[in-house]
């Protein structure tokens, strides 16, 4: 009783006198270690070589040398923030984003990361990274954010990007940027638009897929097929080099969350609601079914055996 009357008189003060705007000042921490690690959202998983690296919320980063099997916890990561995506370089070099505008890396396979970038006076969440190599990378996210290195993420510069024809402003989130194998690069925008670009960056321009919905992903194929997916299940491709774009056959209405090619040369989509589709003729159409849990699947990587492995709002799935 003694606490709880000693505050009563604070407590009269407060509503009788105005109070300031005082906003809290929001602070990153180091990620904790958790029991439950494989349990959080994970949404972005790559290979380090032949290491699986997979993250999430809470600034989880999880390593996998066994093909997904087991997995462990990175043994240092210096936010706490969502992490969105994770792009390797090599075996060694990598490089995470997130959430407050977060970008971490590592130079030693995932086992320990370095912050190099973060703004917590706006969340600005970043969507994707890709590196083209150990020194030049991008990233992109929301209002437009495109940001780019050429020294390995030490310095991070925006870009300036163009608004497509008819608008005043460059279209409002980038969800995925990916390039294909001449170095052409590609980012799935929320309008149904794709941007390119093929000169290193340089300058972009934007195709308009005839969808206008939002598409979460994107990928170039080996034969230099491009594939975009989003919402509502919605898959579009193009076969030359992103110029024009047809929808593919898809049999669910699912959203599109990743895309990857598998050895056999297959392509499989993660969708929310547990939706599993894949192609065999390079995304011309598309067949699948729906798991039993009905899991929303986030990501989806290949093992080395060639079966894929999908990851959940819930963490990691069964076969």
Same mark, same amino acid.
């Given at each position: 009783?003694?606490?709880?009357?000693?505050? +009563?008189?604070?407590?009269?003060?407060?509503?009788?006198?105005?109070?300031?705007?005082?906003?809290?000042?929001?602070?990153?921490?180091?990620?904790?270690?958790? #029991?439950?690690?494989?349990?959080?959202?994970?949404?972005?998983?790559?290979?380090?070589?032949?290491?699986?690296?997979?993250?999430?919320?809470?600034?989880?980063?999880? +390593?996998?040398?066994?093909?997904?099997?087991?997995?462990?916890?990175?043994?240092?990561?210096?936010?706490?923030?969502?992490? !969105?995506?994770?792009?390797?370089?090599?075996?060694?070099?990598?490089?995470?984003?997130?959430?407050?505008?977060?970008?971490?890396?590592?130079?030693?396979?995932?086992?320990?990361?370095?912050?190099?970038?973060?703004?917590?006076?706006?969340?600005?969440?970043?969507? !994707?990274?890709?590196?083209?190599?150990?020194?030049?990378?991008?990233?992109?996210?929301?209002?437009?954010?495109?940001?780019?290195?050429?020294?390995?993420?030490?310095?991070?510069?925006?870009? *300036?990007?163009?608004?497509?024809?008819? #608008?005043?402003?460059?279209?409002?989130?980038?969800?995925?940027?990916?390039?294909?194998?001449?170095?052409?690069?590609?980012?799935?925008?929320? %309008?149904?638009?794709?941007?390119?670009?093929?000169?290193? /960056?340089?300058?972009?321009?934007?195709?308009?897929?005839?969808?206008? /919905?939002?598409?979460?992903? /994107?990928?170039?194929?080996?034969?230099?097929?491009?594939?975009?997916?989003? +919402?509502?299940?919605?898959?579009?491709?193009?076969?030359?080099?992103?110029?024009?774009?047809?929808?593919? *056959?898809?049999?669910?209405?699912?959203?599109?969350?990743?895309?990857?090619?598998?050895?056999?040369?297959?392509?499989?989509?993660?969708?929310?609601?547990?939706?599993?589709?894949?192609?065999?003729?390079?995304?011309?159409?598309?067949?699948?079914? %729906?798991?039993?849990?009905?899991?929303?699947?986030?990501?989806?990587?290949?093992?080395?055996?060639?079966?894929?492995?999908?990851? #959940?709002?819930?963490?990691?799935?069964?076969?």
């Amino acid at each position: 009783m003694v606490a709880l009357t000693a505050a +009563l008189p604070f407590a009269c003060f407060a509503q009788t006198q105005p109070q300031p705007d005082i906003k809290p000042v929001l602070q990153l921490h180091t990620a904790e270690k958790a #029991s439950a690690a494989t349990e959080v959202q994970l949404l972005g998983a790559t290979h380090a070589g032949k290491r699986l690296v997979v993250v999430g919320d809470h600034g989880v980063v999880l +390593l996998s040398d066994d093909d997904g099997k087991h997995y462990r916890q990175a043994r240092s990561v210096p936010v706490d923030s969502t992490l !969105t995506s994770v792009s390797f370089a090599d075996e060694h070099n990598g490089w995470a984003v997130g959430h407050w505008g977060v970008i971490i890396r590592t130079a030693d396979g995932g086992e320990t990361w370095t912050q190099q970038r973060s703004d917590i006076s706006v969340d600005q969440p970043l969507f !994707t990274v890709y590196f083209r190599n150990a020194r030049e990378g991008w990233a992109v996210g929301l209002w437009s954010l495109m940001l780019h290195t050429a020294d390995g993420g030490v310095t991070w510069d925006t870009v *300036k990007l163009p608004p497509p024809p008819g #608008s005043k402003r460059a279209d409002r989130n980038l969800y995925a940027i990916f390039a294909d194998a001449r170095g052409n690069l590609y980012v799935a925008c929320e %309008q149904g638009r794709v941007m390119r670009s093929t000169d290193n /960056g340089a300058n972009w321009t934007y195709s308009d897929t005839g969808y206008a /919905g939002s598409f979460w992903t /994107g990928l170039a194929l080996a034969d230099g097929t491009l594939l975009v997916g989003g +919402l509502r299940g919605t898959i579009y491709r193009s076969a030359d080099g992103g110029t024009t774009w047809q929808p593919a *056959k898809t049999p669910y209405r699912s959203s599109v969350t990743d895309l990857v090619q598998l050895p056999d040369e297959r392509v499989v989509a993660s969708s929310l609601d547990g939706v599993v589709i894949a192609s065999a003729d390079d995304g011309r159409s598309f067949t699948g079914e %729906q798991r039993a849990d009905r899991a929303a699947l986030t990501a989806v990587a290949a093992s080395s055996s060639g079966a894929p492995i999908f990851f #959940s709002t819930n963490g990691m799935t069964k076969p």
